[in-house]
């Protein structure tokens, strides 16, 4: 239980190690308490963020002993040797650069009101850090592309579709303005409703879906490391930490909820709209298990 | 034409009309196949849209319907009712597949 | 499964076939051509798609998601008990990855059917 304090995050090790014997505390306070009471049964408890994660964490370091926590973010290839291989090569000139630049100018460049997107972030563009996270006044989770068209339409503009085209750019600017920054997904405790986000996204991962009854976590979790036909089953750790992605089976760049409506799809199962509420929670869910991960967007992949 | 007749001849059109367009409908609705096969389309329909209010919607299943639709407009009954059945009985099982699921189970190969 | 059992279903489904040949040598071909449709369900990536999950001999870029499908008559000696791991497998384990190729009409009762009497070949 405790044997992942020692290895992983670089910049985490203290604080992950301080909560986790936080949690094994009051877990056994909670223990001594059912003890008292006398052989109280109890079934499928409710799990906390904190336990989840490390359920995670227990599991994949469980199945790759060999990998480190900070090879998580390179997805697949942090566990396929010859599948990285080519990766790497790949890396040696980004597809994705040019994104980059393109979406630099489209920062760069007012509205037509004069404003620009450094008057909705004034944090400047690398801020993905900050998302997604829960956002009281509007009662849900807020997504970096989704502050993106909030943005735009205070200040008049269109909004941008979520899949593809012109919002990959500018968030593949700001992701590459982001990388070095650590994953920190919070879950407010002062607003139950965030919690609730959470639990709905958890939910959605678990749950079977399509003709071929398959959820996130039976590719993820129960057969990472194995492959469907070529393709190797990436953890669920690291999933959000490098968005957007140019994926050469696309031929382009595209967003985090553009891969979630693929393997949907893959399974037979009717996507759900990029950026609805599903999505957004599901992103909350999934980016919290990579919490204490270097984000390190915008990505290649296969 | 004689100014005065127009308004009966108006009248006229107007009943003519309004005895007519029941016949027309129920001459469509002759064929008590074709109606049977709407029945059906209609329900897979329904099922479809039962499935989707519990995010259980195949993409499959839209997919026959939309097959049923076209063979139901070229007359093709036999195959249009084959279709919209399957789809019915996809949205049906979909439908199953989350309802049975409104509770989250952590599978057992997660171990907390 | 002990290796001595494999070969003792081995041994005896050899000696099912044999008798088959022996008594219906008519009903083999006919036999065969099942087997033989059911292959092509096994290999379609619109129908049964196996290779995605499974190694079967003679079949290129496999998955290794499920595990290979080999020695099947040792591993169900029972064929009703492969058609049900086909038909939803689910039933026997909730977690169980794979397909419920009948339960969910992914496939039609007869296309199992052919199926599984290719299945059981291997």
Redesign the interface.
Known sequence: MSGHCDGGLRSNIEPNCLEKREIMKKTLNKMAILLLLGGVVFT?QA?TPE?DR???V??YKFRFPDVPMEEYPNGAYAIDKIGRENWEAIEEFPPYEPFIDEGQEMWDTSFANGKTYKDCFSDGPGVASQYPRWDKKQGMVITMALAINQCREANGEKALKYKKGPIVPLLAYMAFESRGQVTNVVIPEDDPRAMEAY?KG???Y??????????C???H???TG??????V?SPSLGHTTHWPVYRSKWGTAGTLHRRFTGCN?NI???P?KAQGE?YRNLEYFLTYLSNGLELNGPGARK | MNMRRLPSVILLAVIMAVVAAPTVAADAAMDPKAAEVMKQIDAAEAARKKAASVESEWTTTGKLIKKARAAESKGDYDKALGLAKEARLQGEIAYQQGASQSELRIPAYLKY | MTISRIRLAQAASGLVLLGTCLVAPAGASEGSSVVEEGKGIAFSRSKGNCLACHMIEGGESPGNLGPPLIAMKARYPDKAKLRAQIWDATTVNPDSAMVPFGLHRVLTEEEIDKLVEYVWTL
């Open positions: 499928a799990t336990e490390a359920a995670f227990k599991h639990e958890k939910k959605f678990f749950t079977r879906r399509g003709q071929l009854n398959f959820s976590a039976t590719c979790v129960q057969n194995l492959k469907v036909r070529t393709e089953l799809r037979r199962a009717k759900m599903q």
